[in-house]
């Protein structure tokens, strides 16, 4: 937002600021002139504005004096000081103990006043230097203040000065000025706005001294320009240069501080030209033509483009247009004859001109930053008069003549709305005079026809185009604290919320009570890291989306996989910790030709490191164990049944995982799950232990996969268990088992099967392995008998030999 | 009565004595088998035996033997109830546990403080009958910019550092990179470049194009601004959108729904400010904030200037507005019908204040000794 500078005291200049510089900077701040800060050169908080009542010799020291000081209302304090310009009657500033000032006996750093005995006296307070107050060089004495200034009153009323920083509105160029704000300030304090004084410009000019010419009048609809003879350059006053710089200004010449001060003033830039080196006597505001080159006043050569605007004589470039003058036509020492422009251009031109010649930013042309606002074509002509005014008084110029090329005036629009709508939009009752009154304030014309009202804006004001605008206006002044507060009424749209977020928000309440920790990591990603999941860095995801101006190398790849962000994750934290369980649920980002990407909301986990215990080196209860993979599966298994979802038999190897201790389960043409130890390779490549296991879950897919609720009552008749426990082939895959033995018991009762155990070794032969498993049948008819129990057992062991040549070993 | 009825009764003496002997459950059990098993107890022996006996003294001989087994078995219940009891006792008397010591821990899970913080909020709208919707972070320029009223040019961009995305096959967005500033603007050689959305308030426009009045949704989500990063400001960060569209609404309406938000979050004392902003798809325009609840308004701590407020007293919660007449009719609402209003917050702002976490940096930073004490 363009920034503004308002010292107070130059802002008293255009409207009587009754209130304190804080209370007015916080109306301005609550009527829509957003202020940033107050500045001050300090808080000055506790010195006032002082009389010396007395003044007598100090009895212990030549050299010190006793001075008695009237701070108002009676109150009265003796201090010691060593001045020489002291005299009774003098109007000083006096420093209560407890200020803060700069310390002149301490190369100025700042203290804090304390009562001193100076030779046997105590001194209450002390009267201030300039340099103590930390106001100027002057140490000599103290500083002598107006006298008229009044007694009692703070010095940061009389003397500090404050400056308020406005953060302005792109939509308020209007505002963008000290006359703006006061108008601000006069029509919120209900006080008048004074017009700063202006010239009478003639409106003729003899064109053998200039010709004024617009080729483009989109890109530049007004140009004003007056021409003054008798120029003396020199310096500005030091009122003028002090202004100038309180506002964030450097001086440099009368003439050019002139126009600075004019564009501060009036928040209109202007630009001052050599009259007698423009070749023609002419300015021309014109599109620039291929090849054309100029040389600007910060000494770059710039090609210029066919789309920027330019000024230009009868020969060739002078500068761009609004933005910044060229180094021939440049006023100088020994100008006497000046050509002075003012003139209205297009935004967007203005904007795209700038950003091309790199002129823009806070460190660019302030002329640009202006004319990259919509600024009102009424504004040149007030800024060639208060400029001109200030030539003739400060530079001795004599204005010989002026020029307005303004082929096609700029309506200003008449807004109707009811009364009533201002109620409608604020929801609050706004008394009709109330109404007006406002609209008056702000030097808005009106007129009432019935419940009818027809508004005309200032001309320089341009951003006001319908009914709400004039809403707005009449809430700023009377305030947007009166506006009621309630809570709609009305019919409630019901929606509900879209499924797939309700599934991720029950993804993430299953997973933080697995006890895993969610994570959120910056959807940008740097390039390298894709190369960094596969042993041979070949690619996980397909080509992704990349940021054409990233801030950095860092952050230019739009993620098509969490795997990434999640390994650097854990890899950073596992410098600091033996293990963590991690998840993050965001999207992921797949390009589609000529389309917004697809968004693909993924679930993200990954196990590292230690699993046991949870605390970590706390192994008095829990010994030490790192996560396996079946830690993996049953965060996923969790996942699946905590979600009532899940379907499909998974196919082992994922790429970038261990080849045998990874999974993926297909639904479709996509990825459901894709799961399993991180391919030991690629964690070195982290700098992770093996034991890193990450799995991906498709959101979408896993909501596609849920299944109907079935609620289940509680079962009538008891259960019976069995145990058996049964050899097969080593190569024999459980889930084959249990699939078969789930078959062979179905019609028997079988409720479930749980492995109960697992054994290699000595008791089984080599090459084999022992499963031993517990089952629960069931009838939902009755309570089962021994004997129906048995027969669906020696079923299932039938089945088992006959499918897996499986020997019994104990049932 | 017979002798063998007396035979009986001095059974079920021996065995009361026994029984009350016995030195624990185990040798209890043993003795019910003995005396009152179901197959070799003795009472079913000697019952065993009624078929024998006259018929005259079977009577007596039943009765004796149930009685009997009355007398075992209440001494059994008595017998088991003793010694149940004492074993409590001795348990309760036993070593106490050494209670400081480390506990068998579990796996405290957490949820990250942003994905908590906008659960918060969508949950406090939706009391207030904003439904959460969310919409695409990866945007035309079109739902980003120029339907909320700035098209290219427009000053209003300058707020809105852009991230561009160059999608291969969709479109070219020529940068002209500025030489000072090192801010980046895009010269479009197409009508929707693509970008990585700069603020929630392209839903705005989305949710207005798929639903007809009444509306009111809640939007989170993710966001991207071509930043500089530092304690506060971050280039990827979240946003909550909401928007409100149905016959009678007005900033009163706004006002109510943004304070009732700000006391359910931040308490019921806070106050609440609201003033004119600027914003160019909403007019009227307006930002709320809320009394810092750290220095009370005051803007100073004992350590000084309030870091939280930074001194102002005030924490700027959200811009907001009436939805701009334009944006209405851009998706075939007609203002004259329908009005509402729409405001935009920080997530990170709330999720700062909510678990007092001093630097933006450390949401994304994921170091699990922070998300572990927030
Ligand atoms: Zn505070």
Redesign the interface.
Known sequence: ?PSLKVPVSWLRDYVDVSVSSDEIAERL????M?VDHVERTWDWDKIWVARITALERHPNADKLLLATVDYGDGRTRQVVTGAPNLAVGAIVPYAEVGAAYKDAHNDGTMAVLEPKKMRGIMSEGMVMSALELGIGPDHEGILLLDPQAPVGARLRDVLGETVIQFEI????PDALSLTGIAREAAAILGTPYRAPAMEPLPHRLDPSLLVVRIEDDDACPRFTAAYLTGVRMGTSPAWMQQRLIAAGMRPISNVVDITNYVMLEIGQPLHAYDAERLRGRALVARLARAGEAVRTLDGVDRILRASDLVIADEERVLGLAGIMGGEDSEIREGTTEVALEAASFE??RT??TT??????????SAAARRF???LSPELPPLGLARAVHLLRELAGATVVGAVDVYPRPRQVPNVKLRFSDIG?????EVGRDEAVDALRRLGFAYAELGDQLVVTPPAIRTDIG?P??I??EV??IVG??T???????????L????PL?RMR?RV?DA??????????????IDEAWLRRLTPDGSPLAP?P???????SAQ?EI?RPTLRASLLD?AS??MK??KG???FE?D?V?L?R?????E?RWTVGVVLCGLAE???EG?T???PERVFEVSDLQGVIDGLHRATRSGRGTPEVGAPGLHPGRSWRLVDGARDAVVAGQLDPRVAEMWELPPATFVAEVDLALLLASVRPNAALTPPRYPAAWRDLAFVVDDATAWRDVETDIRAAGAKGGLEDVALRDLYRGAQVPAGKKSFAVRLTFRSPAGTLSDADVDRAVAKIEARLLHRFGATIRAS | MSIVANDLADMATRAESEIAAAADEAALDALRVRYVGRREGEITKALKTLPSLPAAERPAFGAAANAARERIESALERRGGELRASALERDIAGAAADLTLPPRRVRVGRYHPISRTIREITRIFAGMGFEAVEGPEVEWDYYNFEALNIPPGHPARDKFSTLWVNAEGSMEVALAATGTGGRAVAEPSRRQPMLLRTHTSPMQIRVMEQRRPPVRVVVPGRCYRFEATDATHESVFFQYEGLAIDEQLSMADLKGVLYSFARQIFGSERKVRFRPDYFPFTEPSAEIAFDCFVCDGSGTTNAGRCATCGGSGWIEAAGCGMVHPEALRRVGYDPSQVQGFAFGGGVERLAMLLTGTPDIRLFHQNDLRYLESV
Do not use: C, K
Request: charged share 25%; aromatic share 4%; no cysteine.
């Open positions: 937002m701040h609550m009527a829509g957003e509105a792109p939509n308020r935004p967007r904007r795209r950003d091309a010649h790199g002129l823009g930013g806070s460190g660019g990259a606002l919509d409608r939009v604020l929801g609050a319908i709400e605008d809403v707005e809430a700023r947007y604290d506006i009621p507060t309630r809570l709609p009424t009305g019919v409630l749209p929606h509900e919320r879209h977020e928000e993430r997973l933080v009570g697995f006890g895993l920790q969610e994570t959120i990591s910056y959807a940008l080509e989306l990349r940021v054409t101006n990233p801030t952050q739009v994750t950073r934290n600091h910790r963590l369980a991690i649920i999207p980002y390009p030709p000529g389309d917004l990407p968004e215990p949870v605390r706390e008095w209860l829990t």
